[in-house]
């Protein structure tokens, strides 16, 4: 089977989550990609898991699963819901560029509220730091926090040219938890409400790895 390329993920993620493929959806991308990125880790979910993980309500599962089915990403048995070898690949190709999603302590960057950061491979050559930020806030997030590993050292463009060296607490937790190499994005989202800040990171995480 070959590779999914960039253009291919992002179009079909994009028409599953349309209003176009049928009644205006409950859901968007971010919960498609939250789901992908969980099934390729766990294998298998029931639809009550399901509902809990992506925090939404079972009948929006229920139209998540259809489409997905009907997209040819996802199968169903009586053990739950799986990935078919497309969705596998499909979950590969954005993990290959979001690799890494994890909670970072936004109050060392003496921002009030929830860090959710993700990783973005080779991220760099793309950035647009407004564009990023409107994405974010799009999806929920007050604030976001782009961070680029650059000549071994943690930058914020525009802002710092060493970030360690200006909140080492946060800078040496970020290079643990991210282990960035050169060239990689860090885009962390704020908002009082942790899923908010996980929507809002991977939201700008999206268009930066895969808006075409």
């Given amino acids: 089977m070959p590779s999914m390329d960039s253009g291919s993920t992002f179009q079909l993620i994009e028409a599953i989550s349309s209003a176009s ?11 498609l990609l939250k789901l992908l990125l969980v099934l390729s880790r766990e294998g298998c979910m029931g639809r009550s898991k399901m509902s809990k993980t992506l925090s939404v309500g079972e009948g929006t599962v229920r139209t998540i699963i259809y489409r997905m089915k009907r997209a040819g990403l996802l199968s169903e048995s009586k053990k739950g819901c799986a990935l078919t070898p497309v969705g596998l690949e499909i979950a590969r190709a954005i993990s290959t560029k979001i690799s ?5 302590p936004a109050d060392s960057f003496e921002i009030e509220g929830e860090g959710v950061g993700v990783l973005v491979k080779g991220g760099s050559p793309r950035i647009d730091a407004v564009k990023l930020r409107d994405e974010a806030i799009k999806g929920g997030a007050k604030a976001l926090i782009t961070l680029v590993r650059v000549g071994g050292k943690l930058v914020m463009p525009s802002v710092e040219n060493d970030v360690i060296a200006r909140w080492p607490k946060a800078g040496n937790a970020i290079l643990a938890t991210f282990n960035p190499s050169e060239g990689d994005v860090i885009l962390v989202a704020v908002s009082e409400d942790p899923l908010k800040a996980e929507r809002g990171a991977l939201m700008a995480a999206w268009f930066l790895a895969f808006k075409v």
């Fill in 21 to 31: 493929a049928g009644p205006a959806p409950k859901f968007d991308k971010y919960h």
């Fill in 100 to 104: 890494c999603i994890a909670a970072v």
